[in-house]
């Protein structure tokens, strides 16, 4: 019977607090989407990798080579850790569309003449492999098929080593090794613009000066194979050859960005969650400690009739549950919901064979052990304390507390206030924690809309400093092979070319103690003009006489500082070791890259001006005459469209980041609500007798309604400052957390965002106030003052 009764109060508790319920209801929510969110998309695109990679094989290392003879792999096989060997040949190619004006760039990998290869196997989606002896078909990328509507049967025109054939598609496949199809020195895919062939090795050996030989070399490694100590061994073995040394998967663009992306996603499931999880179960504990406290005399009256205290406990701990329960299961669904909706996005980006997206039960485990204990430790602590009392004790009011006039009462300050305002000063000033503990709520709600600000603002600045300072170029052309300087004024000579700047690259590792970092030098003007340098003040710099230049980011990873010697090992030509000093730092938001004069690098390399590409600046009204002039240059290996690549970017940025700044913008909105709901409303219903009062004694409904929501309006503003310092806080830590070698966010907070969070917690507010001015107009004075005295 008594179960009974209470589970019938229960129901009618419920009924009462739905507002407050759903409130709460609202800010678990929150915290367990953002987990389960974050969770299922970095399972679902880890899991996806490894069955892609194991069951296509994807290699372990790759060499590249400028040329090595086939008989070499017998040696080659005997090394100690190589488990299976795979040579090839890989070209680069430019192709021609029909119907598509743009330059087209690419590479050919080879295939055994009619079969899959051992490694990097294909994975066929229309169409067949090329047959044997066939010297005219292809295989072509998925993502450049879909991009021009390309099916097996098509031809296209390809140039492969300064020759034209027509290719016939015999089929259309995906690869583990371009999971992310993008070019080599492009940041994101450009679908329409770059393409992956195969062909049989047979064919490409012929057409590229190959036959009998190879210059790429694929590995796979045995158990507990010593990778640095094989590295060694091949890079030894192929110098001879032209090898630019071995790489692992991690210096393979496809891998490597996909790790990035992983990393970036277990940064997002680590540390949003916990924020936004540690944020509701703050404002959790809070909220069900006062909501148990207003019901201190209804807990002592069934006390009086003889329920125990352990049935009281749980009478009122399986209300905190149902609540929990309900964010919980609003939760998962939300999440698990954001979750298929981005497999599209990712799908766009990462071809795999099949992505599944499944919540994992330890996420909906954690997420509700963590709401829970926050739940029932608040309920808990206010049960105990109230079940502690005896129930003649308890059903009485409070006593009056002894309050003496504060020191704000007493300045001139505080004598000038009327008395509306002095008695919401009272009360907040004679409440101290209560009112510590609504600040700070609304202050965490307020520093979550900063730091959803600050993710919308920061990309926005990290693009424009890229392509409206570092990268200030239309067109980026790089050569097949290093070329004389003297090809920069035939550049110059191109119609629509207003401006030429050539610049030289090469492969090399940087070595600073027992750190290093493989990138690339790149050799420019002693002033770049079309791609600058800025420090940290974002002023061009001037390139150094001597010494080298490094990103920030990779100088520390190096863990070298300014006048550091770098030790630099060249991976192309005479691969020579040299010694330069760290001149200076650059500050760039996306990439990492060593600078130093282009005629610097052709004297150390010991050869005559020598560039490896352009960058040209170019009037757009004679856009079609310079790429149908560019595309007859036989020596240009690939042509690069700044704009391409910046619309790539962004379209990148809108879809990943800044769709997940927008959610939790709306989520912390939704935590601000919640939090203002439930202070306003438990604060009514703490000072619904003394409210009360104050109408019978002839306070009008306006007066009264002034000094409620003088308090909601004086909470709000102190808690804006501490949520703009949280908020910073929460910036700083998704700053560090999202830091990687392909882009830094920067940590800039402009005025408006400030501004939207302090907007956002007013509305939030404004909102409130409007629902607890229709509440006091329903204030039942006579059964607010029924009280025994």
Do not use: C
Not at 335 to 348: D, R
């Amino acid at each position: 019977m008594k179960v009974g009764t209470l589970h019938l109060k229960l129901l009618r508790d419920l009924f009462r607090l739905k507002g407050q319920a759903l409130a709460i209801a609202v800010v678990i929510a929150s915290g367990v989407m953002t987990l389960i969110m974050s969770v299922t998309t970095l399972e679902a695109l880890s899991g996806s990798r490894d069955r892609f990679y194991a069951s296509h094989h994807y290699a372990d290392l790759f060499a590249d080579i400028k040329r090595a003879p086939l008989g070499l792999l017998e040696r080659l096989q005997t090394l100690d850790g190589v488990s299976r060997l795979e040579p090839r040949v890989r070209a680069p190619v430019r192709l021609d569309v029909t119907g598509f004006d743009d330059p087209v760039r690419g590479v050919i990998l080879s295939l055994p003449d009619g079969r899959q290869p051992n490694l990097n196997r294909l994975h066929l989606l229309a169409g067949s492999l090329p047959e044997a002896g066939r010297n005219d078909q292809a295989i072509v990328s998925d993502a450049f098929a879909d991009a021009h509507g390309l099916r097996p049967g098509d031809t296209i025109q390809a140039i492969i080593d300064g020759r034209q054939t027509r290719l016939l598609l015999s089929g259309i496949a995906r690869s583990p090794e371009i999971i992310y199809q993008a070019a080599p020195t492009d940041l994101l895919p450009d679908y329409k613009r770059y393409a992956t062939l195969w062909m049989n090795e047979r064919t490409l050996a012929n057409a590229y000066g190959m036959k009998g030989a190879f210059n790429q070399l694929l590995i796979t490694l045995q158990a507990g194979a010593d990778v640095d100590t094989l590295i060694d061994e091949l890079d030894l073995i192929l110098a001879r050859y032209g090898g630019t040394g071995t790489q692992t998967r991690h210096d393979q663009q496809s891998h490597r960005f996909l790790e990035e992306e992983l990393a970036q996603q277990r940064a997002q499931a680590t540390i949003l969650p916990a924020i936004f999880l540690a944020v509701s179960a703050f404002l959790l504990n809070v909220v069900m400690a006062r909501i148990i406290q207003t019901q201190r005399e209804p807990l002592a009256m069934l006390k009086a009739f003889g329920y125990r205290n352990g049935e009281l406990a749980r009478h009122y701990g399986l209300l905190a549950v149902l609540i929990v329960l309900l964010g919980w299961v609003a939760g998962v669904l939300l999440g698990a919901w954001a979750a298929h909706g981005l497999a599209g996005i990712y799908a766009e980006y990462f071809r795999f064979p099949e992505m599944h997206f499944h919540v994992p039960p330890w996420a909906m485990a954690l997420a509700l052990g963590v709401a829970g204990l926050a739940a029932l430790a608040g309920t808990w602590h206010a049960v105990g304390r109230a079940v502690r009392e005896p129930p003649a004790e308890a059903m009485r009011p409070p006593a009056p507390q002894r309050f003496r006039r504060t020191w704000l009462e007493r300045s001139p300050f505080g004598r000038a206030l009327g008395n509306e305002s002095r008695i919401v000063l009272r009360h907040l000033l004679r409440h101290p924690a209560k009112a510590s503990l609504s600040v700070i709520g609304i202050a965490l709600s307020a520093g979550l809309l900063l730091m959803g600000a600050y993710q919308l603002s920061a990309v926005e600045e990290m693009l424009d400093q890229q392509y409206r300072q570092v990268m200030r170029m239309d067109i980026e052309l790089t050569f097949s092979d290093v070329t004389p300087a003297r090809a920069a004024g035939e550049l110059r000579h191109l119609p629509g070319v207003l401006v030429v700047e050539s610049w030289r690259r090469v492969p090399v590792t940087l070595i600073h103690g027992h750190r290093e970092y493989r990138t690339s030098l790149l050799g420019m003007d002693e002033r770049p003009r079309m791609r600058q340098v800025l420090d940290p003040q974002g002023r061009p710099q001037t390139l150094p006489v001597e010494g080298v230049m490094l990103t920030r980011f990779l100088a520390d990873h190096l863990q070298a500082g300014v006048g550091d010697t770098l030790e630099v090992a060249v991976k192309e030509g005479r691969r020579q070791h040299l010694k330069l000093p760290l001149s200076a730092l650059v500050d760039e938001p996306i990439g990492v890259g060593a600078y130093l004069q282009r005629d610097t690098l052709n004297a150390l390399l010991n050869e005559g001006p020598a560039i490896s590409g352009a960058w040209l600046l170019v009037d757009s009204d004679q856009q079609a005459a310079l790429n149908d002039a560019l595309h007859r240059m036989p020596a240009v290996a690939s042509i690069g469209m700044l704009s391409e690549a910046e619309r790539g970017i962004r379209d990148y940025m809108d879809e990943t980041i800044l769709m997940f700044a927008l959610v939790f913008v709306a989520l912390a909105g939704s935590i601000a609500f919640g939090v203002t709901y439930n202070n306003a409303r438990i604060t009514f219903a703490e000072r619904a007798r003394e409210l009360a009062t104050l109408r019978v004694l002839g306070y009008t409904r306006a007066e009264v309604a002034r000094i409620l929501l003088g308090e909601i309006v004086l909470i709000t503003l102190l808690a804006i400052p501490l949520g703009w310092l949280i908020g910073v806080g929460f910036s700083a830590l998704l700053n560090q957390a999202f830091s990687n070698d392909l882009f830094r966010v920067p940590l800039t907070l402009p005025p408006y965002a400030f501004g939207f969070a302090a907007a956002g917690v007013v509305a939030a507010s404004a909102i409130v106030a409007v629902l607890v001015i229709r509440r006091l107009g329903r204030l039942d004075m006579v059964t607010a003052l029924k009280a025994v005295e």
